[in-house]
T-cell receptor
Framework: SQQGEEDPQALSIQEGENATMNCSYKTSINNLQWYRQNSGRGLVHLILIRSNEREKHSGRLRVTLDTSKKSSSLLITASRAADTASYFCATGVSNTGNQFYFGTGTSLTVIP | KAGVTQTPRYLIKTRGQQVTLSCSPISGHRSVSWYQQTPGQGLQFLFEYFSETQRNKGNFPGRFSGRQFSNSRSEMNVSTLELGDSALYLC???WGRGADTQYFGPGTRLTVL
């Protein structure tokens, strides 16, 4: 399977703490994206990092990419109850368009 | 701008029937991708359409097909439905300039009885 795997599968933290999720994948990629999904609804795009980038920031989010280890991490700082959701990484493998393989997801619960 | 819209939101069919799902992308977006989400298999890529042509395809049987119209709206069809086709079907649109940020619709929940 080309799907990536997120680790941990589930994470429970207190509001205000940081949350770190990891994603490992198997094939060479062009880019990697992180998405959030609330309770089986549509996915919300968080951040895109290209294969020649090592780190990107967006607000309270920090994403790193290590192509030599085929892994990425998503850090959410100062978490809020509203961050409770499932988080997915998606690896982009196509040179010509959008063909993304999603990981298994990390379920994050932020306790108020 | 309006977001990605999908119709219908919920659908119940019986085995052997066929179904057509519709997706309207964000205005100006030319790429539409389709994904199937199930508890067991997670999110799986079905196919991507760009300028009315299928540009990328995942590993799904031929019962799953799609098309895109000149206004970038896309339809996905599943023929001879099986129980295992019960899933949330998500479409995503993007500008289409190579691999770029995708914006997802709310999905169509298909139940096959």
């Amino acid at each position: 399977s080309q799907q990536g795997e997120e680790d941990p599968q589930a994470l429970s933290i207190q509001e205000g703490e940081n949350a770190t999720m990891n994603c490992s994948y198997k094939t060479s990629i062009n880019n990697l994206q992180w998405y959030r999904q609330n309770s089986g609804r549509g996915l919300v795009h968080l951040i895109l990092i290209r294969s020649n980038e090592r780190e990107k920031h967006s607000g309270r989010l920090r994403v790193t990419l290590d192509t030599s280890k085929k892994s990425s991490s998503l850090l959410i700082t100062a978490s809020r109850a509203a961050d409770t959701a499932s988080y997915f990484c998606a690896t982009g493998v196509s040179n010509t368009g959008n063909q993304f393989y999603f990981g298994t997801g990390t379920s994050l619960t932020v306790i108020p | 701008k309006a977001g990605v819209t999908q119709t219908p939101r919920y659908l119940i069919k019986t085995r052997g029937q066929q179904v057509t799902l519709s997706c309207s992308p964000i205005s100006g977006h030319r790429s539409v991708s389709w994904y199937q989400q199930t508890p067991g298999q997670g999110l799986q890529f079905l196919f991507e359409y760009f300028s009315e042509t299928q540009r990328n395809k995942g590993n799904f049987p031929g019962r799953f097909s799609g098309r895109q119209f000149s206004n970038s709206r896309s339809e996905m069809n599943v023929s001879t439905l099986e129980l295992g086709d019960s899933a949330l079907y998500l479409c995503a649109s993007s500008w289409g300039r190579g691999a770029d940020t995708q914006y997802f619709g709310p999905g169509t929940r298909l139940t096959v009885l």
